[in-house]
């Protein structure tokens, strides 16, 4: 099929092979994972500047007699829990290829506030009159959640530059197929083809009747009719409708 359809020598974006495209798969999952593991991290490493910020930053009085690092550790269990399972919850696992940095860094404010909030608030139920009971003074809760704050965001800002990284390397791309001919089309390839780190990999472009030539750069490979044939022998993840609103119900 591809034969009866070449892909111009000055094409950047190519098809992905099938060993490829597996290989995208578990880099997306692995991002997924990592994701995790990156804001536990965080929390973790949050947790114990606050710790420290008590002791050393002048805002507050300083603690006498304050607990070892080690008693605290069911109380970081239990304030990183919260988090994580209200990040899950308010769907900050589950992102967008593309999304704003700002409006990411509101909801993590939001969340992890709350989430400091209700670990804080259910410490007694949990904890109380048990052996890993430890003093948890608003000084160090409200260290605790500044770094909280911070270091989640730095940590995600760090996961998305390493994954926008490595889809300007080609790597971990989505195979794109785009239906349509006209200027929208047009619009979108050329935008999809400027951004790299949006990683798509448009195998090509269907109309509604056989075209030859291309847009952008990208060949036309189909009909509208060839579209389910396409995804399966192309292996595409996605497919964009690039047609006006009167001719989007074909």
């Not at 606050?50 to 008693?71: D, I, N, T, W």
């Not at 949990?126 to 890993?132: G, K, R, V, W």
Request: hydrophobic share 45%; charged share 20%.
């Amino acid at each position: 099929f591809m034969a009866r359809n070449p892909v111009s020598d000055n094409l950047e974006v190519e098809p992905q092979s099938t060993t490829s495209y597996w290989t995208s798969k578990r880099l997306r999952a692995i991002s997924d994972i990592f994701l995790v593991l990156v804001d536990v991290l965080m929390l973790v490493l949050a947790f114990i500047l606050g710790y420290a910020a008590r002791e050393y930053l002048p805002f507050f009085a300083k603690p006498v007699g304050q607990p070892e690092l080690g008693s605290y550790v069911p109380t970081i269990f239990l304030h990183v829990a919260t988090i994580i399972i209200m990040f899950y919850f308010s769907r900050l696992y589950h992102l967008k290829r593309v999304y704003s940095r700002f409006d990411q860094a509101r909801n993590v404010i939001g969340v992890v506030t709350l989430g400091s909030l209700l670990a804080n608030g259910t410490l007694e139920f949990f904890l109380q009159n048990t052996p890993f009971e430890v003093s948890y003074p608003r000084s160090m809760f409200f260290y605790v959640w500044i770094f909280s704050v911070v270091m989640t965001v730095f940590g995600r800002e760090l996961q998305r530059s390493v994954w926008v990284a490595l889809r300007k390397r080609g790597i971990a791309r989505d195979n794109l197929l785009i239906v349509g001919e006209g200027r929208i089309a047009r619009d979108i390839t050329g935008k999809i083809r400027n951004r790299r780190d949006l990683g798509y990999n448009i195998v090509g472009i269907v109309s509604r009747t056989e075209s030859h030539g291309e847009i952008q750069g990208c060949p036309f490979i189909g009909t509208y009719e060839d579209i389910p044939h396409l995804i399966d022998e192309l292996e595409v993840e996605q497919v964009i409708v690039a047609l006006s609103d009167t001719k989007r119900a074909e």
